[in-house]
């Protein structure tokens, strides 16, 4: 990578996050780096509590701080190191530059506002808008994403939209300012199979249109194949493989990658007759690893992997894995 | 529902109907009503899994509830293992409770977090049973081997497990009266994929090994593809279409069927860029107002007149093969076979 000017529009460094909690510490994000690409659609893979969500939301600082604290690490954008600069910066940022969609589109919308007015909001303080210029915006912004009458509709309340129309808003919204970055949470989880058809639609057109770089956050692989051009599978608040979409689900390199592929039940083409199990639990993180956060679960763990926590060894064309076991000879690595 | 070759049918479901009262006005008047579940006919076999699929709002819970009489069915039958329980009193449906278990959705919401698991497993033996306490104990460590829980922790409380834990709690608990049948509701919709494996496999190995009976209802099509013997597909509280597993998938003759498996995502990129998908336009209309006619004939990209107008009733057009649709009728074959071809382009 070039010193200097970077090509990408996010550069996130080492970032730790952790919870302080009564019952002790919880280190949910552990030296996470990833870069984005201007333009890019980055899939991020895992399990509950794999620390998907709070990577992401510790970048933008939208975790309650405390018991959340980001303890090391840097999140470079646009020239600024947003883990350091000021909560009013931030705020300037937020909503603005960086655009977000939540999972649950019945409970992100503020119930006893208009949609009209949640769109015009960030309209008039991000972008100075006054309010006829702001309604005009609006209206462009939902018949972008895909909402008939949208005049009308801007006088609706929320629980006048279906939970797909919903989404849509939020998507809307998190447009507004024309972000350079977006970071969708989940945003299909809780919809239906045939209208999150509708909405990958709709963001596959999108970004041909608009051009900015997306962060989806997902724990579906079958969502990721259809839309990423990168993926990032984190596991035990750590990247454990990091890959292009293609490269990842042809030839992935971390076992709890390869397991993950092979738990989920084909819909088409052949039909297993027993799913692939990973035994255990996820790991509970009350410390920082020391060792590989994998090492119960795995198959292919040896010594090494319970006295050192692998680093991310580079074992493709822009794909890197964190395992001391080497797929490709079949043997440990030596590094 | 025939199946050539199948022994017995365990449970026979038909004309369900399951509508609830919808009220307004100051004296609360009966003004509509949501026919969350209307007129639906299946049957399950003994021994086998049927999935039961769509979306949320189709009705499918309501209807695996009140295959277990757990809502007062509006009209229809149901019978399982030869009794009538759709309007059986009160003391003979209590009777015949142990044949007939659920396992729930939320594991969280679904035990109570004041029993401990011991508790919690066995509370239907001491409601239904006359066993000493140290049989019951026996019997509550026999079902915890079973489900792959640890004996030692039979005295923790349900907060202190995991999901995929605590829905083997929920197992064992349902299994604890030697049930027949088993509704499970969404049961693994609540978990990681990594704990949806293991869940999916211990209902399989105990379903080998018991004898066991499932209505395995899901919004997860690959899921019910690898669990399911044979599947059921609702829309707005009604069959679309019923067939055994290998023949809907590989071959889906509904247009809503069609839709709803094209629309699943693959994991494979390489999948994706060839796939050829059908997408559905706008949302699944309201249960209290749904379309006149055929229900799906408002999103259907292959409507015709007649759909608008005639609401299709479920006929057998293939062996074993179930479905709703104008399409395949007798008086309008002819332009079926074209139409149909077309759709699963």
Known sequence: MPDGATPFVLDVKDLKTVFRTRRGEVHAVNDVSFTLKSGELLGVVGESGSGKSVTMMSLIRLLPMPPAEIRGGSVMFEGQDLARVSEDTMRAIRGARIGMVFQDPMTSLNPVFTVGYQIIEPLRTHMGLNKAQAANRAVELLELVGIPDARRRLDDYPHQFSGGMRQRVMIAIALACDPKVLIADEPTTALDVTIQAQILELIKDLRQKLGMAIVWITHDLGVIAGIADRVMVMYGGQVVEQAPVRELFANPQHPYTRMLLETVPNIRGDRQEKLRVIQGQPPILSKAPESCPFRDRCPQAFDRCASENPVRFDVGPAHDAACFWDFKTGAPRHA | ?345
């Not at chain 2, 408002?298 to 007149?305: F, G, I, L, N, S």
């Open chain 2, 1 to 345: 529902m025939r199946d050539t070759g199948t022994p017995k049918k365990l449970v026979e479901v038909k004309n369900l109907k399951m509508h609830f009262p919808i009220r307004s006005g100051l004296l609360r008047r009966v003004t509509g009503a949501v026919k969350a579940v209307d007129d639906v006919s299946f049957d399950i076999f003994e021994g086998e899994t049927l999935g039961l699929v769509g979306e949320s709002g189709c009705g499918k819970s309501t209807c695996g509830r009140a295959v277990l009489r757990l809502y007062e069915p509006t009209s229809g039958s149901i019978i399982i293992d030869g009794e009538e329980i759709a309007h059986a009193p009160f003391d003979k449906l209590r009777r015949l409770r142990p044949k007939m278990q659920m396992v729930f959705q939320d594991p969280q919401a679904s035990l109570n977090p004041r029993m401990t698991v011991a508790g919690i497993i066995g509370e239907p033996l001491m409601e239904h049973g006359k066993m000493s306490a140290k049989d019951r104990l026996d019997r509550i460590y026999e079902l915890m081997d079973a489900v792959g829980l640890n004996r030692d922790f039979a005295n923790r409380y349900p907060h202190e497990f995991s999901g995929g834990q605590r829905q083997r709690i929920g197992i064992a608990r349902a299994l604890a009266l030697n049930p027949k049948f088993i509704v499970c509701d969404e049961p693994i919709a609540a978990l990681d994929v990594s704990i949806q494996a293991q869940v999916v496999n211990l209902l399989e190995e105990l379903q080998d090994r018991l004898g066991l009976t499932y209505l395995f209802i899901s919004h997860d099509l690959s899921m019910v593809r690898h669990i399911a013997d044979r599947v059921v597909v609702m829309y707005l509280g009604k069959v679309a279409e019923i067939g055994p597993r290998d023949g809907l998938y590989d071959d889906p003759l509904h247009p809503y069927t069609k839709a709803l498996l094209s629309a699943v995502p693959e994991p494979d990129p390489v999948a994706h860029d060839s796939a050829n998908r059908t997408i559905l336009q706008g949302d699944v209309p309201s249960p209290a107002n749904p379309p006149k006619g055929c229900n799906f004939s408002t999103r259907c990209p292959v409507a015709m007149d007649i759909c608008r107008r005639l609401d299709p009733e479920v006929a057998e057009v293939k062996p074993g093969r179930f479905v709703a649709c104008h399409l395949y009728n007798e008086t309008t074959s002819q332009t079926a076979g074209n139409a149909a071809q077309t759709v699963g382009a």
